[in-house]
Nanobody, 122 residues
Framework: QVHVVELGGGLVQAGGSLRLSCAAS??????MAWFRQAPGKEREFVTS????????DYADSVKGRFTVSRDDAKNTIYLLMDSLKPDDTAVYSC?????????????????WGQGTQVTVSS
């Protein structure tokens, strides 16, 4: 059984920064990603990082503001969010997979965390 646990989140003013972390057992061989879901909207891809950490991908809406990284020694990935906007308000979920596919699609991911709320006030 793989456990995925997110930490971080909270309330921040627009223009501020926040860092999320995600720990997963059996971490080193998984492709990892962050998705988010705002009220009344579908879950959307935010970013992903390959098991090696070499390959990263970002949604256009966060490119240049968000940075994903991983620390294999701690079985953890991080999402540093800068220049936050009210539109970034959502529940952010971490996901992991050993499958190969379209890493922007939620269906590619096998394991999910419970999600953490990020609220950006204007």
């Amino acid at each position: 059984q793989v456990h995925v646990v997110e930490l971080g989140g909270g309330l921040v003013q627009a223009g501020g920064s926040l860092r999320l972390s995600c720990a997963a057992s059996g971490f080193s061989t998984y492709h990892m990603a962050w998705f988010r879901q705002a009220p009344g909207k579908e879950r959307e891809f935010v970013t992903s990082i390959s098991w090696s950490g070499v390959n990263t991908d970002y949604a256009d809406s966060v490119k240049g503001r968000f940075t994903v990284s991983r620390d294999d020694a701690k079985n953890t990935i991080y999402l540093l969010m800068d220049s936050l906007k009210p539109d970034d308000t959502a529940v952010y979920s971490c996901a992991a997979t050993s499958l190969v596919g379209d890493f922007r699609l939620p269906l590619t991911y096998l394991y999910w965390g419970q999600g953490t709320q990020v609220t950006v006030s204007s």
